[in-house]
């Protein structure tokens, strides 16, 4: 998790296929623009193998990672990049624990986790991890700057 540097920042945020098909998005949403972080750019995409290969390629050879790769192909997600103050560190508090069963309750995923896999929404966790996701989806912002703050 990124260190608070009161820095703008650009991050990436990810409501997958569990979080979208129980209706989670506008829940996710709302969270990150209540804490007030600006969604700079918003798409819903049917994820192509290829693109959650480069997504997860830090996970490349672990036991989970066939079915990571499975499960965020299997449905329609909604990617984002999100600005404002520290906002890698911003949404990764917003989001809680990758498991559910220990994330607190009050974040995201301790409300609507599930299991460690099925945690309804995925968030950059490092500064050079946001700038490589975001550069996955949303090149042009990257181009512009936006992935450099």
Do not use: C, W
């Amino acid at each position: 998790m990124s260190t608070p540097n009161n820095l703008e920042e650009v991050t990436f945020v990810m409501v997958k296929p569990d979080g979208v098909s129980r209706g989670l998005t506008g829940e996710v949403i709302l969270r990150i623009e209540r804490k007030g972080l600006k969604i700079l750019a918003l798409n819903k995409i049917n994820m192509a193998r290829g693109q959650a290969e480069l997504l997860y390629l830090p996970h490349k050879g672990k036991s989970f990672y066939e079915g990571l790769i499975s499960f965020i192909t299997s449905g329609p997600v909604v990617i984002m990049a999100v600005k404002g103050r520290n906002a890698i560190s911003a949404v990764r508090n917003l989001i809680g624990s990758t498991d559910p069963v220990i994330a607190s309750p009050g974040s995201i995923r301790g409300d609507f986790g599930l299991q460690v896999q099925e945690n309804v929404v995925h968030a950059s966790s490092s500064p050079e991890d946001a700038k490589r996701e975001l550069g996955i989806f949303f090149k042009g912002l990257i181009n512009e700057g936006g992935g450099d703050s």
